[in-house]
């Protein structure tokens, strides 16, 4: 089983950047696809973000296309969302999830554990 633990957010100004984290422990990390989704306040949790086993392929949601970059690290079974030109429609509590299969997926339900979430708050 793998447990995740993200870090890195905060209270940021618009036009500021994040760097979060998700450190990952459990021996299946590298064979997963992994996913960062956010959920703002009285929403649903969407999809941000999506890589790959390897990292070879990627996927992101038109809103945060061209700001937001993820990567991994499977030899340090990190995971990270680079985070750029923010703006408070990003405020949310973003958390990272392990997907079920080495696939970059979209869905919530393809992803089997979650973190406990990391708050961003972008202030105008």
């Known amino acids: 089983q793998v447990q995740l633990v993200e870090s890195g957010g905060g209270l940021v100004q618009a036009g500021g950047s994040l760097r979060l984290s998700c450190a990952a422990s459990?021996?299946?990390?590298?064979?997963?696809?992994m996913g960062w989704f956010r959920q703002a306040a009285g929403k649903e949790r969407r999809f941000v973000t999506s890589?790959?086993?390897?990292?070879?392929?990627?996927y992101y949601a038109d809103s945060v296309k061209g700001r937001f970059t993820i990567s991994r690290d499977n030899a340090k079974n990190m995971v990270y969302l680079q985070m750029s030109s923010l703006e408070p429609e990003d405020t949310a509590v973003y958390y990272c999830?392990?997907?079920?299969?080495?696939?970059?997926?979209?869905?919530?339900?393809?992803?089997?554990?979650w973190g406990q979430g990391t708050q961003v708050t972008v202030s105008s």
């Open positions: 459990g021996r299946t990390f590298s064979t997963r696809g």
């Open positions: 999830g392990v997907g079920r299969t080495g696939w970059a997926h979209v869905n919530s339900y393809e992803y089997e554990h």
């Open positions: 890589i790959d086993w390897n990292g070879s392929n990627t």
